[in-house]
């Protein structure tokens, strides 16, 4: 992987208060490897690549919309590396076709092998076995979180972002926050907008992090992957004013937490926070189709 010439814009959201708000639209970074996974992977890939490996192979974990497995498969395709899922959810076998996410993971090459929830549980037993079966491939944990993935997120960091007062960020398994709090600025405080249910969150972080210049604030708005009416209607709205999509997991739940905290005053007068885009757009397609079986509110870009 390269690092991308590609300008990442940084986008004004106008506010009626004494705050600046804006959002750095590191989804755009690639049409398919987007926002943080690119960043995440990044070392990850080419420090694989450099050792030169003979049959070069990749594994990684997720579930039946995961934009890490989205990302890792078209990494795989660009690359010229075959790819593995390791796909939570035994039922999905036979009938990944007609999961959009998968399908185009499939497409760009990647194969799948499906276990049960309760195999995926123990994902170092999982690992452990893998790295057994396949002694010369890399295998990179859900979400894509470790060493090397925090070290690329420092490159969502540059001259333009030393400004702001606070950071923000998406949490699903902690790299990019803990990245962002490893890599900012010391006048800087970092917010991790966690979508998880997992204690052991900000340990992770900190430990990756080596800092404490961030909190974890809770935005799971019902629970990891669960997309509430409240949702749908902020990420339409937030469309329809400002033409950015948002993801119903990751940025939608962050933005719209965002707001709430300006509106309690949380943020001082005249703060200046930035937050990133990390991506996650190719799952509304499988989140729409769920929502249409449904028969709720569907999320509507261009419309």
């Not at 926070?273 to 397609?285: N, P, R, V």
Request: charged letters at 25%; aromatic letters at 10%.
């Amino acid at each position: 992987m390269k690092i991308p010439e590609i300008q990442i814009p940084i986008i004004p959201i106008p506010l009626e208060k004494n705050i600046t708000l804006f959002i750095k639209r590191e989804d755009l970074i690639h049409p398919e490897i987007s926002g943080n996974k690119f960043w995440k992977l990044f070392y990850n890939i080419n420090h694989y690549l450099e050792k030169n490996p003979e049959k070069p192979f990749i594994i990684t974990f997720g579930g039946a919309f995961s934009n890490h497995i989205a990302a890792v498969a078209a990494l795989g395709k660009e690359s010229g590396v075959s790819t593995l899922g390791i796909i939570r959810g035994e039922e999905l076998h036979g009938r990944w076709q007609y999961n959009p996410t998968l399908k185009t993971a499939a497409d760009n090459g990647m194969e799948f092998r499906f276990v049960t929830r309760q195999e995926y549980s123990d994902k170092n037993q999982l690992t452990e076995n893998l790295q057994i079966e396949f002694p010369h491939a890399l295998i990179i944990p859900e979400g894509g979180t470790n060493k090397n993935a925090v070290k690329g997120i420092q490159y969502l960091l540059n001259n333009e972002t030393k400004s702001f007062d606070y950071l923000c960020t998406a949490v699903g398994t902690g790299g990019t926050v803990a990245g962002l709090s490893r890599f900012a600025e010391q006048h800087q405080k970092v917010l991790g907008f966690k979508v998880v249910i997992d204690q052991s969150l900000e340990k992770t972080v900190a430990e990756l992090s080596g800092k404490n210049n961030f909190d974890l604030i809770d935005a799971q708005d019902g629970g990891y992957g669960k997309i509430t009416d409240e949702n749908i209607r902020f990420i339409n709205e937030f469309y329809q004013n400002f033409g950015i999509e948002l993801d119903p997991i990751y940025t939608g739940k962050m933005m719209r937490k965002i707001f709430e905290l300006i509106e309690e005053d949380y943020f001082p007068e005249k703060s200046r926070i930035l937050a990133f885009h990390t991506g996650g757009l190719q799952g509304i397609e499988g989140a729409n189709e769920m929502l249409r079986k449904k028969n709720r509110a569907l999320i509507q870009f261009g419309k």
